[in-house]
């Protein structure tokens, strides 16, 4: 590794203020060019990027030799970025230069986050609820067989939750996975008769596997596979599910049929790319433990990215789709 190239990474985007001249290596998430509205440029493109390193992401942009420049890298692709710093819906850099580096001569600690929480915690956490929480033979034997089998382990402690959203990180899968598992636990406790614990946490542990999948996982930047793209991580988890429930005798038709229609539903809304909306209280109770999950962490990001700005109010975040009230209790 080239400690000449390494050394370069000294700005990091949470760092990033409105007026900093930006010289740094950055990560390619995203790459758009697009045409310009104004009469006077019109057929002349610019370019939109999402670049991000471990403590984030920000918008960049390209003016002129947008197309020209666009040929000189891709995404995933490590780059070093030279800019200013503006806002426009949330700070972006104005960028004048960029130069693809090799990635071998940069550390990828320094563009991949990582959950904060130990994965060999969690993953004892999650074995030790299968154990003694699942009581149902068949959900629970379903279980041991995705948890015993080392390859599906292996990705699943290692993939992010999402890509930009929520639980975006090595290991957001299993953090998000066990949060939507405990937040389930707690409404059982409160609907003890009309919800079934062994669904719930079944199809907590499950509902969304299909993103070992559905994001390449030796990417710098979690990329999307073709087949992640095409089918989507709701449609490939269930197929997981139904092909290893498959090789049991006599599976329970109506008790995997539910939990088949807990993963189909778990995004809630058909616009939200549901293929079904939640039509069972288990399958309900899951979609907001779920919702609950994912909101919380959107938060809870946006809280620690503004903290250290020592402003009232954070940054407009453009998913949360508003800036939040950060009272003085939150930084002691």
């Not at 390494?6 to 900093?20: A, H, I, P, R, Y």
Request: aromatic share 10%.
């Amino acid at each position: 590794m080239s400690s000449d190239k390494n050394s370069k990474k000294e700005q990091f985007v949470k760092d990033l203020k409105v007026g900093d001249r930006v010289n740094t290596l950055l990560a390619v998430i995203e790459k758009n060019l697009l045409n310009y509205s104004t009469p006077s440029r019109a057929g002349e493109q610019f370019m939109r990027l999402l670049l991000g390193d471990v403590t984030g992401t920000i918008t960049g942009v390209v003016w002129d030799n947008a197309l020209e420049i666009s040929r000189t890298f891709n995404r995933d692709d490590i780059i070093q970025v030279k800019g200013e710093i503006n806002e426009y819906k949330g700070l972006q850099v104005i960028i004048s230069s960029i130069e693809k580096i090799n990635k071998d001569e940069v550390d990828p600690a320094f563009f991949q986050p990582a959950t904060s929480k130990n994965r060999r915690h969690m993953f004892e956490r999650i074995k030790e609820l299968i154990t003694n929480k699942v009581e149902e033979d068949y959900l629970k034997r379903l279980l041991i067989d995705f948890f015993k089998d080392g390859e599906f382990c292996r990705s699943f402690v290692k993939a992010p939750g999402g890509r930009l959203i929520h639980h975006n990180y090595v290991g957001g899968l299993m953090e998000h996975s066990l949060e939507v598992l405990e937040i389930a636990l707690k409404m059982v406790e409160l609907y003890p008769r009309a919800l079934n614990q062994d669904l719930l946490i079944t199809g907590a542990l499950l509902h969304d596997i299909g993103k070992i999948k559905e994001y390449d996982l030796d990417s710098i930047s979690f990329q999307m596979t073709d087949r992640g793209k095409l089918i989507g991580h709701i449609t490939m988890g269930r197929d997981m599910v139904m092909d290893k429930a498959s090789s049991f005798e006599d599976f329970p038709h109506e008790l995997l049929l539910e939990l088949e229609h807990i993963i189909l539903s778990h995004h809630g809304k058909k616009e939200w790319g549901s293929p079904e909306i939640p039509r069972t209280m288990n399958a309900f109770a899951l979609y907001y433990a779920d919702l609950v999950s994912a909101r919380l962490n959107q938060f809870e990001g946006l809280v620690k990215d503004n903290l250290a700005k020592e402003m009232k109010w954070s940054d407009w975040d453009r998913f949360l789709e508003r800036n939040i009230y950060l009272p003085d209790y939150l930084k002691e």
